[in-house]
């Protein structure tokens, strides 16, 4: 398959994640703790990601990563179970195919950014297909506390770094720790209209 209609398929695929802002994608779940307007605390159980690393900025990385992560899910790993996806339905002649889940997780590693995808929960360490590139890892993150805030618009570094400084801010007012960098977590496609996109800030606390 050429690379252009990989991206391709891998492009209608992912409309099933959102239609005009529709969002139908899984995500982990969590309970809140503390909630005050736009920021929220939340306890979420372990889960498991698929990882990457690219060097460079957030602009310059973004696209790179993703493309690797959706190889990935979508039937470049060790497998043979086939999983059907919310409509439409793309299906490869080798390979597992995983459903995609939100958010895209993505947090800056000195001069590279790190982009997570987070795997469906029926998955454990042990059943999930090893991928194929070696530029992926798999990891479990175990139970956490963490801090968010939520905005529409673009994720832009620009956005990622103002709201990174209100979450911090807010979290200085309320007299909780932080115990990791931000991270941006974003749970629609490019496509989606940037005033119904649903944005987050990520930073753990105790």
Known sequence: MTSTLFLLLTALTLMSCSVIGKRTAAEPPYSVEHRDGDFEIRSYGPVIVASTVVNGSYGQTSNKAFGRLAGYIFGRNIGKQKISMTAPVIQEAEGEKIAMTAPVIQA?????????FVMPEEYTMETLPKPLDPEISIREIAPRKVASVRY????????????????TAWLDQEGYR?????????????????????????????
Request: glycine content about 4%.
């Open 152 to 167: 529409t618009g673009l994720h832009s570094a620009r956005n990622i770094d103002r709201w990174s400084a209100k979450l």
């Open 178 to 206: 932080a115990i990791s960098p931000p991270r941006a977590a974003s749970y629609d496609p490019p496509w989606t209209i940037p005033f119904l996109r649903r944005n987050e800030i990520h930073i753990d606390v105790m």
């Open 108 to 116: 800056k590693e000195g001069s590279a950014w790190r982009m997570e």
